[in-house]
């Protein structure tokens, strides 16, 4: 085979995957947003970040600096079938204390998503909120200012929710 042989071919192999690419692109952004996590958690917190409740970030943090601070796997804690990190010993002891005082409702799943019937994943930087001493996290910012806009109507529902979807 010459030069200009395998040249042509891997020009059109390299055309052909940017095709293929560009379809695929298309293909999802016309596929419904219908995507979620799961069906239904198991009875277990939301694991699909690397089996890190809250994706590592510490959620002592959030009630006592008001912001999310990422843990570290020298201050680990297991509760509720899932590794929790804390940015320091404190934070690890306080949880020790009162798991259920600091772990995101719903299995650390989306807020608004359990309040919808639907489990999605969280973003903690972004899409957390405490309402009544209760720490709620959401997939993303603007899903987080909407449920926390009207998060008297959406707790009731994802409570309602939440006993189909943790099982």
Not at 43 to 52: D, K, M, Q, W
Not at 84 to 106: M, S, T, V
């Amino acid at each position: 085979m010459n030069l200009h042989r395998i040249v042509y071919r891997r020009a059109n192999f390299k055309h052909a995957v940017k095709v293929l690419a560009i379809l695929a692109i298309a293909a999802g952004g016309v596929a419904p947003l219908t995507s979620y996590a799961v069906k239904q958690t198991g009875g277990e917190y939301n694991t699909l970040y690397a089996g890190l409740g809250a994706k590592g970030y510490d959620v002592v943090a959030y009630f006592d600096q008001g912001r999310p601070v990422l843990g570290i796997q020298k201050h680990e804690s297991v509760y509720g079938g899932v590794t929790w990190r804390f940015a320091n010993k404190e934070h690890r002891e306080l949880f020790e204390a009162d798991p259920e005082k600091y772990a995101p409702q719903y299995g650390g799943f989306c807020s608004w998503g359990a309040a919808n019937g639907k489990l999605f994943d969280v973003d903690p930087v972004n899409g957390w909120t405490i309402v009544d001493g209760k720490l709620y996290l959401n997939f993303n910012a603007d899903l987080n200012k909407t449920f926390t806009k009207d998060a008297a109507k959406f707790i009731p529902k994802a409570n309602k929710n939440w006993q189909s979807l943790n099982r």
